[in-house]
């Protein structure tokens, strides 16, 4: 196997990551329990790759710039150099962030908030809405501007307090959570009695 063989198994494998992670579904309606429905499912914030953005930008321009500058005489190995060292950067600072951000997901569903997260390996956590206890947010100026903010969801014991950050419309997302708790604590207090037959 050669040198350009590995690339190709590379650039194959980045290719289905970010096609399956754009168009195919993280989590699907068969990991869901009987009666449970998706209410939101949502990304981080469109925020979040305002940096990584801005660092290609410079990466774009600084090595556009420096093969401009490098003297006519030189071989065209410098501007190869250049060239692979912009397309790792970029790699390094903007692909990786990009899928990350594409493959951390928020939903909430009628019985649970899940969580997940990974890129090449998953991770996931579950908190069943009649665990939760308090749900709020807070925006900072920025925040507020973009409108995005962060998801504080508290539960008693080991779980405690879990801080979401960079929540799209969070005041809406609070609120629908918020709802679902109470609707969740009341389908399990008229559950309880019937079920026992009291």
């Not at 609120?175 to 109470?182: H, K, N, S, T």
Request: proline residues 4%; hydrophobic residues 45%.
């Amino acid at each position: 196997m050669g040198i350009g063989d590995g690339w190709e198994l590379w650039f194959v494998t980045l290719a289905t990551c970010v096609v399956t992670c754009h168009y195919g579904r993280v989590t699907g309606s068969d990991s869901l329990t009987h009666g449970e429905q998706v209410v939101l499912s949502l990304h981080p914030h469109a925020k979040t790759m305002v940096r990584p953005t801005l660092t290609l930008l410079l990466v774009v321009a600084a090595a556009i710039t420096i093969i401009v500058v490098l003297p006519k005489g030189t071989s065209g190995v410098w501007s190869l150099a250049v060239g692979v060292a912009a397309l790792i950067a970029a790699l390094v600072w903007f692909v990786t962030p990009f899928l990350r951000w594409r493959t951390t997901t928020y939903e909430v569903t009628t019985r649970r908030l899940r969580l997940r997260e990974g890129i090449i390996s998953r991770s996931g956590r579950d908190f069943p809405l009649n665990r939760i206890s308090d749900v709020s947010f807070s925006q900072g100026l920025l925040d507020r501007i973009f409108g995005c903010g962060r998801l504080i969801v508290e539960s008693p014991g080991e779980a405690g307090q879990l801080v979401l950050s960079e929540i799209p419309d969070v005041r809406r997302v609070q609120a629908v959570l918020f709802q679902l708790v109470g609707d969740e604590e009341a389908r399990l207090g008229r559950v309880g009695p019937a079920d026992d037959g009291t």
